[in-house]
Every structure is written in structure tokens, then in C-alpha cells.
């Protein structure tokens, strides 16, 4: 039977596994029902702006829910740590990188206040393009050795920042 003729009601109880799963998956610990409510509500969503053209039914749901939930993480840590202001350096790092989805992109980013635009280099093409530690360096025309300081500085303060917001240490 396909989604279009299933009820609303059957969409959402069938379908609650996969916002209890995206809330555990995103690492949500601070207002879960909040979130749990947002996942329905893009669960709604997706029934209602499913088109069979766009895939299947539960990878398009997945992607609706878990994209409001990134929306929100990532207005709630503007909101926790204070608009993140760009440089034009990091303007121009960010705008040559290419990731398939905009949401979790700008949630990495928004842990990046401070870093110099070397380490913020290096978090665009470490974490986000996924990139080895070589290629980097073979990229920026520096040692590994470089970018392995430029990786260490990076990290300390992004795990200041989600300190800062969170209120928790990561390790």
C-alpha cells in the first residue's frame, strides 16, 4: 500500500520510529519533547509534499524530519552563543565548498567562532569534504605537519564552544 493511501494518523504511528531514531542519531538531549514534536510535525510534513518523483516515502520523511531538527539545533546554538560573525576570509572558504546537505554544514560551522581561516580550512575539508590529511596539505601547499597544528588548535576551540553552549564538556 503506498503512503498516498494511508491516513495521517497510520503515517504518524508507523512513522514515529524514525523521529525517536533521528532525535537519538543527532545526539538531542536537552528538550527531547520539543524536538519528538518537531519530528511529528515534519513527519505531517512529508506526507503532505510527498511526490513518488522524489523517492520513497520514508527517505524522503527522514530527510524532512531530520533537516527541521538541524534547523533548530542550529537556531538554538546562534541563540546559546551569539550570532556567528564570518570574516571575508571565511566567507571565501565556505563558498567554495560543496556538501550535500546546507543544514549539517552550517551546524559544524556554527562551533567554529574564532578559528583562524587555516583551521577553519581545515574543518571544511577534514570534516566536511572528508578529506585525509594529506590531500589537505597537498591542496594548501603545506606539510602534514601543518595541518596537523592547524586540526589541534581547531579542535580545542570547537570543544570550547560546545562547552559554551552546551554547559557540558565533550569528553
Known sequence: MGIQHMSIEDVLVNYEPLV???IQAL???KNKEDFYQLGMIGLWEAYMRFDEKQ???PSFAKRTV???MLTQLSKDVQLEMGSVAFTEEMEEVIADTRIDDPLERELVLSYCQGLSKKQLTWVIQSI???KKLKEIAKDEGVSVERVKSWRKRALKKILKNYEKIHGQSFL
Do not use: A, L, P, S
Open 55 to 57: 523517492g520513497t516515502f
Open 66 to 68: 531530520r533537516g527541521k
Open 128 to 130: 566536511i569534504e572528508n
Open 20 to 22: 525517536k531514531k533521528q
Open 27 to 29: 545526539g538531542i538531549y
